[in-house]
């Protein structure tokens, strides 16, 4: 792995790049280059580098592990790539090149068929091409190599991690979306992007079972053996199926090789302790562990939570992990680590593959917000400490048969990720071992009840107010696409609560009441709920013609983006896969990231955490036997939701009201600042279980304090 960075149409521009590679200079040691796009230089340090006077300067670190070829390289055109591509050495023969190692070879690729033949690769990338007025950039399809870029007015620049381009005194600085390859024009001043396509889950595999474990089986060797190192490598190791199937595969192969744990120090030993501990013994593997006191931790927190640049909980608890674990294998001389990590998304590890009604399609989604959730953070934390990160579950070959395995072969008998473990089981692992239950590394390790320890000893009521302290600026800019009722409201509130910047709303008013993807009842009260919040307001029509108005909602948030600057978006989608892929699927194409984090919540919980959390909710329209117009425009409480669970196992209804049972309006809640008060309504009684609610007069209040 190694560091790249850029900048276009800057006076500073020479300055700027040999700054940034000096913050990059983590991500590779092995020697640094720079070019302004005719002459190029390339040192052993950052700072016998010289300063081009160029507007256009690129520069690179290096961290080699495949041959020693400085960077950035010319041909046709200049080069500077982060990549390890595993079929370099076919396509260099398909193509009839002289390549000495996968840079080059990507270079002699981008030189003679531009982007057209960048599909063929089998790895990991990030890599910008720059030939005559264009600039290319590009990642691979789920993100594995991180690429960041920003536009200032008439300046363009890219690097590999957000805090360099930060550091240099940009805003609003954007990750790329992997399924885009961005175009830079730099006489234009401007760029624009092309839209890859992703895996496909459908049609599912007709082969016999047998046949699909052989299959995936042969897969799974293929994608181990093309990231076999020639040095020295270790393998980060919890005991759970993913690393003890990686570790016994490679045993088993007789590889030399080091499985590296990390864990809380306490009384009570940690389950991925006793399971590592335990199979190492079993299996006879070099097992190095790092314990660590929790009153260590603040300290590992200042340098982890700005290397990740993030302050999310999950984030930190994992990084700390794998951050110890990654400095047991550096001690050791390693230069590439192994991890399980991927697992969960082609073979369905989580609940919420469980719960699914289309399991492949749940991994769809999962591996496409993979880059903003796993790999920047494990990118950064391995290149810090001189790593290169191997994911052989993330395999290109690998994910794509995977995602077309029948759901019936990933979970069964209330055990995910079925396939795996037979697979295991027929290679001879031992049966506790393959089919030991997921135990998610923040948990496995306990260092997420660490931070909780943490947190209370400090006066900090939740763990993100903890971690905020090490990471003050908000983790990134979000739409929050509003619907005036109280999902769209309280999974607002759960990503502020995790340090996310809610800069605007984005409603959608439809023509038509019986809209698939938009609410519409007491739409209206959005503009009033919006003054309440203190945050702007974007209002977008549409007719609300099946599929037509999912146009207009790429419109709204096009306009989100120009507007407010926003990186992603926030839905309360909590089951409806039609309205959350189609929301997926419009933000993927626009570079935007996706967070549901009420996604397959139970509905009994989050109606309980809403009455708990000072939600002041009514029902704006009611449509299911056991419901009346007595339930509108009052205020629900605990009694009402005991009310709602009785009618729920007589009727099977909906608590949250997710069967169209009833919309809801918030009329106060803690992100408000005002409250919203209904001054005058209509209530229309269609039917003893239908009526609605016509909002005629509201204003806004002062809160009670």
């Known amino acids: ?23 990059l200079n983590n991500r590779g040691r092995d020697g640094f280059g720079i070019s302004d796009g005719k002459k190029a230089f390339h040192k052993k340090k950052c700072n016998q580098l010289g300063v081009f006077k160029s507007k256009n300067v690129v520069g690179h670190s290096l961290h080699s592990v495949v041959s020693h070829v400085p960077q950035p390289i010319k041909g046709k055109g200049i080069l500077i790539t982060n990549c390890e591509i595993y079929n370099w050495e076919e396509l260099n023969k398909k193509y009839k090149f002289d390549a000495k190692n996968d840079a080059e070879l990507l270079l002699n690729l981008l030189d003679q068929f531009g982007i057209k033949k960048i599909e063929e690769l089998d790895g990991v990338f990030a890599f910008a091409y720059w030939n005559n007025d264009h600039v290319v950039l590009a990642r691979d399809i789920v993100g594995v190599k991180p690429l960041w870029f ?10 590999s991690e957000k805090k360099a381009l930060l550091r240099l005194g ?16 730099l006489k234009k001043k401007d760029y624009s992007t092309k839209q890859r396509e992703f895996f496909k889950y459908l049609p599912e595999h007709k082969e016999k079972y047998s046949e699909i474990k052989k299959r995936t089986e042969h897969l799974l060797d293929q994608a181990m053996l093309k990231r076999i190192p020639n040095k020295k490598f270790g393998l980060l190791f919890s005991g759970g199926i993913d690393s003890t199937f990686l570790a016994y595969w490679l045993k088993k192969k007789g590889y030399n090789f080091t499985c590296y744990t990390a864990v809380l120090e306490s009384e009570t030993k940690a389950k991925d302790l006793v399971y590592a501990e335990k199979i190492a013994k079993q299996l006879g593997l070099q097992l190095k562990i790092r314990k660590i006191k929790i009153e260590e931790i603040p300290d590992y927190l200042k ?3 700005p290397l990740i640049e993030d302050s999310n909980v999950t984030k ?18 390693c230069k590439v680590i192994f991890s399980g990590l991927g697992s969960e998304e082609i073979f369905a590890g989580y609940e919420r593959h469980k719960n699914s009604t289309n399991l492949n399609q749940e991994c769809v989604s999962g591996l496409l917000r993979m880059y903003e959730r796993d790999l920047y953070r494990d990118d950064v934390i391995t290149m810090n400490n001189s790593l290169e990160l191997r994911i052989p579950f993330l395999d290109k070959n690998l994910i794509e048969y995977c995602l077309k395995i029948p759901s019936t072969y990933k979970v069964k008998e209330g055990l995910s990720k079925w396939v795996l473990r037979e697979i ?15 135990v998610a590394a923040q948990y496995g390790s306990k260092l997420d009840y660490a931070l909780g320890k943490l947190s209370k000893k400090n006066g900090f009521k939740t763990k993100s107010e903890y971690l905020k302290q090490f990471y003050p600026k908000p983790n990134i800019r979000l739409g929050v696409l509003f619907s005036s009722g109280k999902d769209s409201t309280y999974a607002a509130q759960v990503m502020k609560r995790q340090n996310y910047e809610l800069t605007c709303l984005i409603t959608m008013v439809s023509e038509n009441e019986f809209s698939y993807m938009f609410h519409t009842p007491a739409i209206e009260m959005a503009a009033f709920q919006a003054e309440a919040m203190d945050i702007p307001l974007i209002l977008a029509k549409t007719k609300g013609e099946k599929e037509k108005e999912l146009d207009d909602l790429e419109k709204a948030l096009i306009k989100a983006k120009k507007e407010y600057h926003i990186e992603g978006v926030v839905s309360g989608a909590i089951f409806s896969t039609y309205q959350r892929d189609r929301v997926e699927k419009i933000c993927d194409k626009l570079g935007l990231k996706v967070f549901a984090p009420l996604w397959h919540k139970p509905q009994e919980q989050q109606m309980i955490e809403l009455v708990d959390n000072d939600y002041k909710i009514i029902f704006t329209s009611i449509a299911a036997y056991g419901l009346d117009k007595t339930w509108l425009n009052k205020v629900i409480t605990k009694v009402d939701l005991a009310k709602s669970e009785k009618l729920r196992d007589k009727l099977g209804s909906n608590v949250a009201g997710e069967g169209g049972e009833f919309e809801s309006l918030v009329l106060d809640c803690p992100l408000f600042k005002k409250k919203l008060v209904i001054e005058d309504f209509e209530i229309i009684e269609d039917a003893e279980n239908s009526a609605r609610m016509v909002i005629k007069k509201a204003k806004l209040a002062k809160k009670e304090k």
């Open 150 to 159: 920003v536009k200032d007015k008439d300046q363009f620049a890219f690097a």
């Open 1 to 23: 792995m190694c560091g790249i960075i850029g900048i276009f149409n800057s006076e500073e521009a020479g300055q700027q790049v040999k700054k940034a590679l000096a913050i």
């Open 316 to 333: 930190n608890s994992v990084a700390l992990t794998f951050d110890l674990a990654c400095q047991l294998a550096k001690e050791d001389g």
């Open 170 to 185: 940009y805003d609003f600085v954007e990750e790329l979306n992997p399924r885009q390859i961005l175009i830079y024009d």
């Open 424 to 438: 295991s089981l027929d290679l001879g692992m031992e049966k506790d071992f393959a089919l030991r239950k997921k």
């Open 303 to 305: 340098k982890i939570t």
